[in-house]
């Protein structure tokens, strides 16, 4: 069995100061056998990261779309920002990788909605039904038994901006092979969550911050 973190923020996201070498050495710590790189609308980090730890780091993106973001796995090119959901589960599905729904129904966090993922349904890979940094737990709850309710394979995220917050929330399957063998294993999988402290939002606040006042990205790895 392994332990995945599958939804992670590193410091080419606006909101984190996470430096990719402190990412792999907390994996290793914590004891995380994969890790969904997921920053905002980039995929450089991922990229990069991949090649420090290839047999650690999933490539991935959280994309915001027209009506929300999505979360994307096993990708080797970029979404662009903007792009419809439709769009963008296509251009993902075409380069082999797999689409989620992030706290979907978290109005807080450019979830999708109800009736945005009701649509998306046959073409959506799997929804997020635990999101460590969702205030409301009652939107969590409502996210898994919506992915109940659609038959959609379900995933916990930390959403982690914070270093301390990797691995707080964990999925815990057996190995994969391939993105569809991947998905095949998520729905047998044991789901294992923690709630983010509440201040943890002020550290990506600071991270923002941070973040215009020129943080050398290519210098902080």
Not at 25 to 44: F, L, P, Q, S, Y
Request: glycine share 8%; aromatic share 4%; with cysteine.
């Amino acid at each position: 069995m392994i332990d995945l973190e599958l939804h992670s923020h590193t410091h080419y996201s606006r909101d984190s100061l996470n430096r990719l070498a402190d990412i792999v050495r907390t994996c290793r710590r914590v004891g995380i056998d994969r890790i969904a790189i997921t920053d905002h609308n980039e995929i450089a980090g991922a990229l990069k990261a991949r090649a420090y730890a290839p047999d650690l780091v999933i490539v991935g993106e959280e994309v915001k779309t027209t009506r929300g973001e999505l979360l994307c796995l096993f990708i080797t090119e970029m979404i662009p920002r903007g792009t419809t959901p439709d769009e963008a589960i296509e251009r993902v599905h075409a380069q082999g990788g797999i689409v989620g729904a992030p706290h979907p129904l978290d109005p807080l966090r450019a979830g999708l909605g109800r009736d945005v993922v009701l649509r998306l349904k046959d073409r959506l890979d799997f929804v997020e039904v635990y999101n460590a940094r969702t205030l409301d737990g009652r939107k969590n709850e409502q996210a898994a038994a919506l992915a109940a309710e659609l038959g959609l394979p379900a995933s916990v995220g930390s959403d982690a901006h914070l270093l301390r917050e990797i691995g707080g929330c964990r999925v815990r399957m057996r190995d994969y092979h391939s993105p569809q063998d991947f998905l095949a294993a998520l729905r047998e999988a044991t789901l294992i969550t923690r709630n983010s402290s509440p201040l943890a939002r002020v550290g990506s606040r600071w991270a923002a911050i941070a973040h215009e006042f020129g943080i050398d990205r290519e210098h902080n790895d």
